[in-house]
């Protein structure tokens, strides 16, 4: 990559992996001329995503030489919210984060410092390794990282172990495919071919979303399902097969416990009260139904939206019992797909990654904060109260629920926050300290794909901008200034010569020589062929007993619709095809439109175009609404991600979100918030935007320590 004098050459190509938060982990090709990338494109070294990428990858680049990114570590100097910092060296930076560490935790105790992460844009390195050393070494509070994931996950371990799942090349041997509650048209694209070319063969295509999706549009048969309601549909699936007789005997007998509990639970969800409660018709579920009965090989790619509500836990294990009960598996290209992060366990076999053998710490037994409950921790929590954030791999002012009361926490004059960011953003805005960190194009990693199976080295394209570090190397300096007892994990191409050390000689030989490497059951399994689930006895939980008593209904039950009469409409947030989470929000300065069906338009004398004010009793959001069927009556829509720009009053969906959990895994229940609309008068979107009741204390501002054009840095 270097010449002779250690820099880069005038003109190179160079491949990597990308590590943002998407199923796919897509392999790159960069073409960087005199240090900086002009081009970014996909490799053919992962085969599922062979050459193509999306958009938000291919203009990463604006990403790292916009105006928003942080190029030197910076100390706040004003009021906190306005992104206002005198710039300071590392060292100083360092110096006064490990002072006020000192003085909290002499003064309170380690309790009182709470670590704020997420981390789907993290790999092997950059998450878990030298930062969970350092807070466990702190005595810190934990957090429960549980935006995203957290009921999806629950349902899974406790039904399969986290069982591999269909890989996206088998979808062309399915007959029926159903997406349920994801849209790969916006996240995990490269599966979109693989049902084209199923479909292109005589396969049928069910999807069961709220949104008329892109490939709803193209599908055989779509149920706008009301969100929070999915349990009841798949129930009724269940009842169906088992009085119908089109239950698999012999396999609920030999891989399964629980299906007579699961029976009687699912036995009072007739078709008829299901579409009562689902507002789908009737006939649509028959039609459903039907079809999974008769079609084998049959697959159904479980999302992430049905999880996101009271229910969402539920949900998925009614959702995931679905191919056990049927007798879908032990065929290619039937079962289902969920997250395949656990099927990057090969890497602890084949790169010995337990993290206990990096971190050399027990985790503390101190309390743990629910990250969706983070606005009430710092607003109430007071035994001891929290005095010290240290924000990382997380934008919580843009991305948590209850968003208020979080912007409120942050905002205290005698909480002391660190953050370290790429870019300037809605939490930078409220910290003491920023620093500034690498992007996945300027450090080493190891990329796991979620939904492709493999591991894929991370390499550096261009060297660091400004003076931007990588994680592994700042919580190592960290710690060491600190006086913890360390295993020195020192930079990032260090800790990834320690990896490459313990893994086994064919993992390590691929990964150099071609940046990829499988795990040891290869690219395409088959359930119940090649893998097994991952529970103690290898069968399949149906109804998994340990469960029963943390749901607040209990396994496989209903949870009724908060919907009031003040507050009729349940809105969403669907990821978009502009960001990631809420990365690469800086880039997009277009306002939000919310979404609303016809008939609810009517019902309110809204025009397309016109402003509104959407409310419930946590807050309200301003912004411009568009009109159309592609949502369905009850349901309003605005986009994930959004950062408080994106608004006409600095609120984002996330405002009327409330900090309640999900019933299985203490997630968010983002698609829980119930609001009104009113139509603001006289504003409409050909006239200037105004910010409306916005607390100008909390708007953030141009900050000082980051570029002011795009050119070299």
């Not at 007739?270 to 039609?287: C, D």
């Not at 959001?621 to 592609?630: F, G, N």
């Amino acid at each position: 990559m270097s010449d002779s004098n250690g820099q880069f050459s005038t003109s190179r190509t160079t491949n990597t992996a990308c590590q943002l938060d998407c199923p796919d982990a897509c392999s790159l090709s960069v073409q960087v001329e005199h240090g900086r990338i002009v081009k970014i494109d996909g490799s053919t070294e992962q085969p599922v995503t062979n050459g193509y990428i999306c958009a938000k990858v291919r203009n990463f680049g604006e990403r790292v030489y916009g105006e928003s990114r942080l190029l030197v570590p910076g100390i706040r100097e004003g009021t906190k919210g306005r992104n206002k910092f005198r710039r300071a060296s590392w060292d100083e930076a360092l110096n006064l984060i490990t002072k006020k560490i000192r003085e909290v935790k002499d003064r309170v105790g380690g309790e009182a410092i709470l670590p704020v992460s997420y981390g789907g844009s993290n790999g092997l390195i950059s998450q878990d390794t030298s930062d969970a050393r350092f807070f466990r070494g702190l005595g810190t509070s934990r957090l429960a990282r549980t935006v995203c994931a957290a009921p999806t996950r629950a349902a899974a371990t406790a039904l399969y172990g986290r069982m591999p799942g269909v890989s996206y090349q088998d979808y062309v041997h399915a007959q029926l495919i159903v997406v349920w509650g994801a849209n790969p048209s916006t996240s995990g694209i490269h599966l979109i071919p693989y049902i084209y070319d199923a479909q292109r063969q005589g396969a049928k295509l069910v999807v069961i979303d709220p949104h008329t999706t892109p490939l709803a549009r193209r599908a055989d048969l779509h149920l706008p399902v009301k969100p929070g309601t999915d349990i009841v549909v798949a129930l009724a699936v269940h009842r169906v097969l088992f009085e119908t007789g089109q239950t698999d005997e012999n396999f609920l007998e030999t891989h399964t416990h629980g299906a007579k509990t699961l029976r009687e639970r699912a036995s009072k969800w007739t078709i008829e009260r299901a579409a009562e409660i689902s507002e789908v018709e009737p006939k649509l579920l028959e039609q459903f139904a039907e079809l999974y009965k008769k079609s084998s090989p049959a697959v159904i790619r479980c999302g992430w939206g049905l999880e996101r509500n009271r229910n969402g836990g539920n949900a998925v294990m009614a959702v995931l019992a679905l191919p056990a009960v049927a007798g879908k598996f032990g065929v290619r290209g039937g079962g289902y797909t969920m997250s395949n992060a656990a099927a990057s366990n090969h890497a602890k076999r084949d790169l010995a990654l337990d993290p206990s053998s990096w971190i050399d710490l027990e985790e503390p037994n101190t309390r743990t904060i629910n990250m969706n409950q983070l606005g009430r921790a710092l607003t109430e929590c007071n035994d001891p109260p929290i005095n010290l954030l240290f924000i990382y791999n997380c934008n919580p002012a843009a991305t948590l629920p209850d968003q208020n009361r979080v912007l409120k926490g942050l905002a205290r004059d005698d909480l002391f926050t660190v953050v370290f960011e790429q870019v300037e953003n809605d939490t930078t805005a409220f910290a003491d300290v920023v620093l500034p960190a690498t992007t996945f194009l300027e450090s080493y990693d190891i990329s796991r794909g979620y939904g492709a199976f493999s591991l894929q080295m991370v390499t550096p394209v261009i060297d660091t901008v400004g003076e931007a570090r990588p994680n592994v190397e700042v919580f190592d300096e960290l710690g060491s200034r600190l006086g913890l007892r360390n295993n020195k994990f020192g930079s990032d191409a260090e800790a990834l010569l320690r990896v490459l050390k313990q893994a086994s000689p064919k993992v390590k030989e691929s990964l150099l020589e071609t940046g990829i490497a499988e795990p040891s059951f290869g690219s395409t399994p088959v359930q119940f062929v090649d893998v097994f689930p991952c529970t103690i006895n290898q069968k399949v939980e149906l109804f998994p007993k340990s469960l029963e008593s943390d749901t607040p209904a209990g396994l496989y039950r209903y949870q009724p619709d908060p919907a009031t009469e003040q507050y009729p409409l349940t809105l969403i947030s669907p990821a978009s095809d502009r960001t990631i989470n809420s990365t690469l929000g800086e880039l997009h300065s277009k306002p939000a439109f919310l979404q609303i069906n016809p008939t609810d338009a009517l019902d309110r004398g809204i025009d397309d175009g016109n402003s509104v004010r959407v409310f419930n009793e946590l807050g309200e959001v301003h912004c411009y609404v568009k009109i159309t069927k592609e949502i369905r009556p009850g349901t309003v829509s605005l986009p994930k991600g959004l950062w408080r720009q994106h608004t006409l009053n600095g609120s984002t969906a996330n405002a009327l979100v409330p900090d309640s959990l999900t019933d299985l895994g203490g997630g968010a229940c983002f698609n829980d918030a119930r609001v009104q609309i009113t139509r603001v008068m006289g504003v409409k979107l050909q006239d200037q935007p105004i910010a409306l009741s916005v607390d100008t204390a909390l708007v953030p501002e141009q900050s000082t320590l980051a570029p002011k054009t795009n050119g070299d840095t």
